[in-house]
């Protein structure tokens, strides 16, 4: 099924959560956090300005983004479970991945 967003609606898809502390605890799915976090699947065409011209959207699909805890809309398509949203919802584009931090041996 394909699913096209309108204005500056866009869908996206959660990002796991680690299910595992630091510490090698495993957290159950009933008391984890849902992530913040998540990869644009599909944005609309944009917003239109006063004058009437559609202004184009800053994400696009395939950017991982953050955005609030309560933010968009839960739906279903095509089995899976993704979000919609307005881009002012997000608040912004994670660019690369955080590096591992090294811890020494003493």
Known sequence: MK???????????????????AGGIIIPDTAQEKPMEGEVIAVGPGARNEAGQVVALDVKAGDRVLFGKWSGTEVKIGGEDLLIMKESDIM??????AAPTSKKKS
């Open 3 to 21: 699913f096209r967003p309108l204005h500056d609606r866009i869908v996206l898809r959660r990002v796991t959560a680690e299910e595992k502390t």
């Open 92 to 97: 912004g584009i994670v660019e690369g991945t």
